[in-house]
């Protein structure tokens, strides 16, 4: 099983300051066939189902607001929060589509300081 | 508007058996892959499994901690997705989403159902 880390487990940033998520996957979810990393980004806010901010590493879905990126390949990624709003305070968890079983992270908290 | 809603959840003594269903709109159900993913209370999200669409033989994958106890089925002709869960155990608490997407994530979700296994 690819196994997703993420870090750290809960973040306190200002608002409109920058919040940085990190995942790490076990194994490689880089599909060469397509040279697309099969690694998507998640925002769940209580009582709510996730929503979809970022697919294939770093493809932003339709509709999230351009302070929300995604970046990495390989192994190790990243969820930017360029300048955070106070209704980004949510959980965030990676997942990965590379192999099943599919895998999330554990998720990282977002508050405000 | 691509919409699902889930139904079925509720409360089974350990051992016993529920289903779940998941009726999907607004999208063509018999083009996708749907996927069952679920979060005990406080927790994060753990993936049950999934079934192809026909065109992909629909064939099924399964999590190892529910792999031989649950079952999951789609009826295209009626839009509705199911999971029969046998066997409870009281860790299989937990809200069930159903989902779907492929490589470019899961970009649907239902609202989810509470299924609690409690003697």
């Known amino acids: 099983d690819i196994v997703m880390t993420q870090s750290p487990d809960s973040l306190a940033v200002s608002l409109g300051e920058r919040a940085t998520i990190n995942c790490k996957s076990s194994?490689?979810?880089?599909?060469?066939?397509?040279?697309?990393?099969?690694l998507s980004w998640y925002q769940q806010k209580p009582g709510r189902p996730p929503k979809l901010l970022i697919y294939?590493?770093?493809t932003r879905e339709s509709g999230v607001p351009d302070r929300f990126s995604g970046s990495g390949s390989g192994t190790d990624f990243t969820l930017t929060i360029s300048s955070l709003q106070a209704e980004d305070v949510a959980v965030y968890y990676c997942?990965?589509?590379?192999?099943?079983?599919?895998?999330f992270g554990g998720g990282t908290k977002v508050e405000i300081k | 508007e691509a919409q699902l809603v889930e139904s079925g959840g509720g409360l089974v003594k350990p051992g016993g058996s529920l289903r779940l269903s998941c009726e999907a709109s607004?999208?063509?159900?018999?083009?996708?892959?749907m996927t069952w993913v679920r979060q005990a209370p406080g927790k994060g999200l753990d993936w049950v499994g999934r079934?192809?669409?026909?065109?992909?033989?629909?064939?099924?994958d399964y999590a190892a901690p529910v792999k031989g106890r649950f079952t999951i089925s789609r009826d295209d002709s009626r839009n509705m997705l199911y999971l029969q869960m046998n066997s409870l155990k009281t860790e299989d608490t937990a809200v069930y989403y159903c989902?779907?997407?492929?490589?470019?994530?899961?970009?649907?979700w239902g609202q989810g159902t509470m299924v609690t296994v409690s003697s």
């Open positions: 194994q490689s979810v880089l599909y060469s066939s397509n040279n697309k990393n099969f």
């Open positions: 294939w590493a770093s």
């Open positions: 997942q990965q589509f590379y192999g099943t079983p599919l895998t």
């Open positions: 079934i192809k669409r026909k065109t992909d033989g629909e064939t099924t």
């Open positions: 607004g999208f063509t159900f018999s083009n996708v892959w």
């Open positions: 989902t779907t997407g492929m490589s470019e994530g899961f970009a649907i």
